[in-house]
């Protein structure tokens, strides 16, 4: 016998033993089913996020018997329990957040019979794209005599920063 989730608790059990001429004996007793079955998570969110962006994470519980709450921390802390799904969390990502920084986000589902699993994600803080292309201003004498030596000199600006400046003649 293998109890289903519908037979949980207190389950009358009786055996019967019966020989060759038919005589039986029983012996009848009582099993409590218990709920061992911790809740599957799955955890979806962006792998990135931009400085002051806002970042949803969403988890999908499930229990054979049903789950009654989810936690999600950020950083382990700032917990935030949800009795009802959808079962989400958004994340305000700060402004000033470093390129790089990983925010580690975990959901906890819990079930009646109190058995908790969980799952973790973590997303990094990306870099601003960069969109604009630099500008360069180039300051040259507009006539040079052969042999003379020509002086250039640039004024050159980014959005992100300027890496690098090459000149090539020709």
């Known amino acids: 016998w293998i109890p289903g989730a519908g037979q949980m608790g207190a389950q009358a059990v009786t055996l019967v033993v019966t020989d060759s001429r038919g005589d039986s004996a029983s012996q009848s007793f009582d099993i409590t ?4 079955t911790s809740p599957v998570v799955r955890l979806s969110m962006p792998s990135e996020a931009l400085p002051g962006a806002t970042v949803t994470a969403t988890a999908a519980a499930s229990d054979d018997l049903g789950v009654v709450s989810v936690r999600f921390e950020v950083n382990g802390a700032d917990a935030t329990d949800l009795a009802t799904g959808p079962f989400q969390r958004t994340i ?3 402004a000033n957040a470093l390129v790089g920084t990983e925010f580690h986000v975990r959901a906890t589902a819990q079930d009646a019979a109190g058995n908790i699993g969980h799952a973790d994600r973590v ?3 990306a870099a601003t794209p960069d969109v604009q292309p630099p500008a360069v201003v180039l300051h040259v004498a507009p006539q040079a005599s052969p042999g003379a030596t020509v002086r250039l000199t640039v004024t050159a600006a980014d959005n992100v920063g300027v890496k690098a400046v090459t000149f090539r003649v020709g």
């Open 33 to 36: 089913v218990t709920d061992a």
């Open 123 to 125: 997303f990094r803080v």
């Open 92 to 94: 305000v990502v700060p």
